[in-house]
């Protein structure tokens, strides 16, 4: 499915994909994530902790990092009024410096609740490959969205009883 944002629930079926997005990994998005999330652990930072204490390849994005790119390509496809109601990811492998990730997904589910409220479920995955590093799978991702049913609904505006995710 090529969506343009914003999103309309009506416009979502069961089994529509999203279009892929693909990032260029490199020491700075790795270390200002952690830095965003004020993890200060070293395998986020240093690569000589990273590879000879670690053990790994070089250093990683951490858990907050992958959660913020989840969400973006998420919204991203959404739209502004494209509202997270759960997210659970599990990270399988790491993403280094000099990865290209690419985010794929596929739309799961589609309802509208008893407060009128559209939902999408969405099954994310995140794969990276990198120069000396085959194509692999480094997490999965189930995300729950609230989605305008119409142009006039706002997700965002939901609370307390109406908003229930």
């Known amino acids: 499915m090529t969506a343009s944002a914003p999103v309309l629930h009506p416009t979502v079926a069961v089994d529509d994909t999203?279009?892929?997005?693909?990032?260029?990994?490199?020491?700075?998005?790795?270390?200002?994530?952690?830095?965003?999330?004020?993890?200060?652990?070293?395998?986020?930072?240093?690569?000589?902790?990273?590879?000879?204490?670690?053990?790994?390849?070089?250093?990683?994005?951490?858990?907050?990092?992958?959660?913020a790119w989840f969400e973006r390509y998420i919204t991203d496809w959404t739209g502004p009024r494209g509202r997270i109601g759960r997210m659970t990811f599990r990270m399988r492998?790491?993403?280094?410096?000099?990865?290209?990730?690419?985010?794929?997904?596929?739309?799961?589910?589609?309802?509208?609740?008893?407060?009128?409220?559209?939902?999408?479920?969405?099954?994310?995955?995140l794969r990276a490959v990198g120069p000396d590093r085959p194509e692999r799978v480094c997490s999965t991702c189930s995300a729950r969205v609230a989605v305008p049913v119409t142009a006039d609904d706002n997700p965002w505006s939901r609370r307390g009883d109406d908003w229930r995710p």
């Open 18 to 67: 999203i279009d892929d997005l693909t990032i260029e990994v490199t020491p700075t998005t790795v270390v200002l994530g952690a830095l965003a999330s004020r993890d200060w652990r070293p395998m986020h930072h240093d690569f000589k902790f990273a590879t000879e204490r670690n053990g790994v390849a070089d250093i990683f994005l951490n858990t907050p990092n992958q959660a």
């Open 93 to 125: 492998d790491s993403v280094f410096p000099g990865d290209a990730m690419t985010f794929s997904a596929t739309v799961t589910g589609a309802e509208v609740d008893e407060t009128g409220c559209g939902w999408v479920d969405l099954d994310v995955t």
